[in-house]
């Protein structure tokens, strides 16, 4: 949906390093979310945001940090990728008792 | 955490058919929202729904919260309708206010 924009979209990596994953949103969601999505597993949350500078972690955290340094960003570091992360990422705003609206998905590969 | 349970997983359709996705939660949630992804990846959202009936075109959807669980009805379907529909939860309040997906249904419309 409109107001949630991901970068990169694709992104090939090596194992053993960092790699950071943007989300951009324009409509002042207030809660803002990654979540990867894998066959068999559906979405899993990794981390999510409540506001800026606050964060909490998901089911599927380990391996991953956030920051929300204002409103509009929401960034998700790998701090040292691994095959098991290759997956599609995607961020959502929204929630907390409103519609959540997802960005395009980001495609990583971790070789 | 609460479980969400989608059924069938899989679900075959002639262009034209009528359908109904079931889904089930364990226990009691804030709110549920059904999604569509396309087979370009996109994540769309189809309903807020939680409680009572909504209509959107050839789609309604239905969620008795008190007995737990959702039903998302696709009439006359399209080749278009194709791709995996997601039921996903709320629960939670505040700063644990959270969103829990099903593994998704798989729906092919044929020609």
């Known amino acids: 949906d409109a107001g949630i924009t991901q970068s990169p979209r694709h992104k090939v990596t090596e194992t053993g390093t960092p790699v950071t994953l943007r989300c951009h949103q324009t409509?002042?969601?207030?809660?803002m979310y990654w979540y990867r999505q894998d066959p068999g597993h559906g979405l899993r949350l990794i981390h999510y945001s409540y506001g800026v500078k606050d964060t909490d972690k998901g089911e599927v955290s380990d391996g991953y940090s956030v920051s929300r340094s204002k409103t509009e960003d929401f960034l998700l570091t790998l701090e040292s990728a691994t095959s098991s992360q290759t997956s599609v990422y995607f961020c959502a705003g929204g929630g907390g008792g409103n519609t959540i609206y997802f960005g395009e998905g980001s495609w990583l590969t971790v070789v | 955490g609460i479980q969400v349970e989608q059924s069938p997983p899989d679900l075959i359709l002639q262009e034209g058919a009528n359908s109904t996705l079931r889904c089930n939660f364990s226990?009691?949630?804030?709110?549920l929202q059904w999604f569509h992804q396309n087979p370009w990846g996109q994540l769309i959202n189809l309903f807020y729904?939680?409680?009572?009936?909504k209509q959107n075109g050839r789609l309604s959807a239905t969620t008795v919260a008190t007995e737990r669980y959702s039903l998302l009805y696709i009439s006359s379907s399209q080749t278009t309708d194709s791709g995996v529909y997601f039921c996903?939860?709320?629960w939670g309040s505040g700063a644990n206010s959270k969103l829990t997906f099903g593994k998704g249904i798989t729906l092919s419309v044929r020609p």
């Open positions: 226990d009691s949630v804030n709110n």
């Open positions: 409509e002042n969601h207030r809660y």
């Open positions: 996903a939860v709320g």
């Open positions: 729904i939680p409680s009572g009936t």
